[in-house]
């Protein structure tokens, strides 16, 4: 049976905790994936004459597995990775890490037995890359993404610039146009490349839709970085992108034949934010590649030198994006003047401002400037995106959603401007700003503030301005606004009906059952379209792609409901995909259905991971589960008796006191010694009916409760026999039907519950704001008023 995809993130996990303890995550990274590497190469390309990687003898998996409990296994691990490296051109850079280093391994039988278990991680069946990566789906690729992620989150703020989000790297990849690339020979670069997830994504990116595998640039100046780099590059089967290890600034690489720099179609970076030694090693005023012709940046900050430095390595034609901090948007002096000529020329076509801590080295927030040569020429301004307040929190980390990441890419693509969101900004607006590209300066995503009347609280009633304010859902339900209120006096209303009845005069509404069955309806659609194809699912298809299908088209449905917002709606799915979907689906592409009917008792266990026991109760055996639930009611009644009781009696003087065992419970066996011990005593007969009331009690629970095993027992008995009998019809329709499908229309519910309570909330503020007027405020307080002063006269008090 195929791994799920959380075992497979558990037990790569797993391998770091065999680490931990002599060095920081920083460091035993490069030991879990120098592993992960030569487990991926040697699955993928031993015995294979055509392969790009040669796995020599002796330096493959198999030999590393050879060597578990042996006492030299550190010094016997590095030799094979060497003879690895040497075979692949590979030396300094998956040989970086030493495995037979004391210091943080340990010494004698402490490194031989940490090193057996990381090896044996390694060898589990649910690393087999051989049958794993023939599914189509990057499995190695997610794992590498969730162990980058973890290794960037523990390796504090000062050692986790090796990794850019992959929810950024994505944005990055589908903003600047690789739908457009229609050439193998086009390019693709990124002069500080780091672990190289940036190249990736936009590498896969252009992949996926145009099926051209562009040829991979990137510089990386760390040492151990750039050597990640690489083997990234092998890992995701990118094996023939060119990743060279020095400054970009001061020693870039990559030129033309005449020593130019070499011009790309596309360029992505996430350079290292203000970095002060940015001019290290070379005269920017002498740089004999002419990047700084529209300013030299400031001496310690290095902002705009890579900004810079990207502009001059694009092509005429070429698209780019760069992360940056929100500084080089409005800062002056020498950095203003670049910002300025760089916009007069018309090179930047948008900036997408980010939620603060969402990157791994730094808490501050940056933004993504989204550069065009191609369209600078006719570019009338600067297209802006506030997409700040979109992220979930995780840990001490904020993480983009995936509605969060889908909205961006719409909007910047589609240029859709959205108040408090998105907008085209005029390039004499920014000009009569003096360049300053400051988000909020253009987009105001304020909250409009919640005013009090004053008028209302003199005289009452609810201002007609904060109905007229819920148009949206008056659009919907215009005769719902009737229902609920009606004139007091102009510009006033009161409600028709008592507070208590808000909530249920909107679900009772002709008008809101009509929008409750219009989304119903948009959830129906959707899922006959893709219910055959979910049951259609078998060996050999790709899960992600089903994904994008169900996702797509589930977004494009609802963009059509009233009051909805339809990328709550698709996230819904993306969580469950990733929670519960995903796993079912891998085991489906990987075993395909039949093989999990036959999981049955005949062979020892049921597959509950993709069919829950509860959902055949639920089906079947409805009524035994109902006679299960009475048991249980009766047993629980009883137990509520014997705490009543004991709560009655049990106390240090009561009758039960003596019952009770050392630890101050009451036990069948504690009540019956204690009756014992009282048998010839005349005057206990208070204990001793209190006792033998207690103990008739304790023994009516015991029975309840073996009924209530001997039922459960028994329905057990019946869900497990009905595993092995499942028709594959059947199964499908558990799985489909009752599990996946029946938790997405629960989901979209929620939906529908957030419209109905929002709407009964405001109108329920309201109506309790304004409720008692200030004079009746007044009134009532003089009445208190007497009345205080009344009792305190009798007590003797003058007032």
């Not at 036959?598 to 089906?619: F, K, M």
Request: hydrophobic letters at 40%; glycine letters at 8%.
């Amino acid at each position: 049976m195929a791994i799920k995809k959380s075992e497979l993130y558990s037990s790569l996990w797993k391998s770091c905790d065999e680490l931990r303890g002599g060095m920081d995550a920083s460091q035993y990274k490069d030991y879990v994936l120098v592993l992960l590497f030569v487990k991926y190469v040697s699955d993928k390309y031993a015995g294979d004459p055509n392969s790009l990687i040669d796995i020599p003898a002796g330096g493959s998996f198999a030999d590393m597995v050879a060597l578990k409990g042996d006492k030299e296994i550190g010094d016997k691990i590095n030799q094979i990775i060497a003879k690895l490296a040497e075979a692949n051109n590979l030396t300094g850079v998956i040989d970086v890490a030493d495995f037979n280093d004391q210091e943080k391994l340990g010494k004698g039988k402490e490194m031989v037995d940490r090193l057996s278990n990381l090896v044996s991680i390694f060898d589990s069946p649910g690393l087999d890359f051989r049958s794993n990566r023939a599914q189509g789906d990057d499995i190695l690729g997610d794992a590498y993404e969730y162990l980058m992620r973890h290794f960037a989150t523990e390796s504090g703020k000062s050692k986790g610039q090796f990794y850019t989000p992959a929810e950024v790297s994505r944005i990055m990849a589908q903003v600047i146009d690789l739908a457009s690339a229609s050439d193998s020979k086009q390019t693709i670069y990124d002069p500080t490349c780091g672990s190289g997830s940036l190249l990736l994504k936009a590498h896969d990116e252009a992949k996926s839709i145009t099926g051209l595998d562009l040829a991979v640039y990137g510089q990386e100046m760390d040492n151990a970085t750039s050597a990640l780099a690489k083997m990234n590059m092998i890992l995701h089967d990118c094996p023939t992108a060119e990743i060279w290890k020095d400054n970009s600034l001061s020693a870039p690489n990559w030129k033309d034949h005449q020593g130019n720099l070499k011009l790309f179609d596309f360029i992505v970076a996430n350079p290292p934010f203000s970095t002060k030694a940015w001019s290290n090693g070379f005269d920017p005023a002498e740089d004999e590649f002419k990047r700084f012709g529209y300013g030299i940046p400031p001496e310690k900050n290095g902002d705009y030198a890579f900004l810079l430095h990207m502009l001059t390595s694009l092509k005429s034609t070429g698209k780019a994006a760069v992360i940056l901090p929100h500084g080089v948007l409005f800062r002056g002096g020498a950095e203003a003047a670049i910002r300025k000529r760089i916009l007069q020329q018309g090179f930047i076509k948008g900036i997408i401002g980010l939620p603060a801590n969402l990157f791994f080295g730094t808490g501050i927030p940056a933004c993504i400037i989204v550069l065009d040569k191609a369209g600078s020429a006719d570019r009338k301004g600067v297209f802006l995106i506030d997409a700040s307040k979109g992220f979930i929190k995780e840990g001490n980390k904020n993480r983009l959603r995936e509605q969060d990441i889908h909205r961006i890419v719409d909007t910047f693509n589609g240029q859709y401007e959205e108040e408090k969101y998105a907008r085209l900004v005029p390039m004499a607006e920014i000009e009569a700003n003096d360049f300053n590209l400051n988000i909020p300066r253009y987009i105001d995503t304020s909250e409009a503030e919640d005013l009090q009347d004053i008028e209302a609280h003199l005289h009452g009633g609810i201002p007609e301005r904060d109905i007229d304010a819920l148009q949206a859902y008056w659009q919907v339900m215009p005769n719902l606004r009737d229902a609920l209120s009606k004139a007091q006096r102009p510009g006033y209303l009161d409600l028709k009906v008592a507070v208590g009845e808000i909530k249920p005069t909107i679900f009772g509404h002709a008008e809101f059952d009509a929008f409750r069955q219009t989304v119903a309806g948009l959830f129906e659609t959707w899922r006959s379209e893709h219910r055959p194809r979910l049951a259609a699912i078998a060996i050999g298809d790709k899960p992600k792609a089903l994904l994008s299908q169900l996702a797509e088209d589930l977004l494009q449905r609802f963009e059509a409901a009233p009051l909805l917002n339809a990328y709550d709606v698709y996230q819904h799915l993306q969580d469950y995909w990733y929670a519960t979907l995903q796993d079912d689906v891998y085991q489906l592409v990987i075993d395909g259905w039949q093989p999990l009917i036959a999981s049955g008792p005949s062979q020892g266990q049921a597959n509950t991971d993709l069919l829950p026991p509860e959902l055949i109760v639920h089906r079947y055996y409805a009524a035994e589960a109902a006679a299960i639930n009475e048991l249980e009611g009766k047993r629980d009644a009883i137990s509520r008796e014997l705490e009543e009781l004991d709560e009655e009696q049990g106390g240090e003087d009561g009758p039960l006191a003596e019952g009770k065992t050392e630890k101050g419970k009451l036990t069948a066996a504690s009540i019956k010694a204690r009756l014992k011990a009282i048998k010839q005593d005349l005057d206990a007969n208070e204990e001793r009916q209190a006792l033998e009331h207690c103990l008739a009690l304790i023994e009516r629970e015991a029975e309840a409760g073996k009924k209530v095993k001997a039922a459960q027992k028994a329905l057990d008995a019946k869900v497990l026999a009905h595993y092995a009998k499942l028709s594959e019809v059947e199964l499908k329709t558990l799985v489909i039907d009752d599990k996946w499908l029946a938790t997405l229309q629960a989901d979209v519910q929620t939906e529908l519950d957030r419209v109905s309570q929002a709407l009964t909330g405001r109108i329920r503020q309201l109506a309790e704001r304004y409720a008692t007027p200030l004079p009746a405020l007044n009134a009532e307080m003089d009445t208190l008023t007497v009345k205080v002063n009344a009792h305190l006269a009798k007590m003797g008090f003058a007032v």
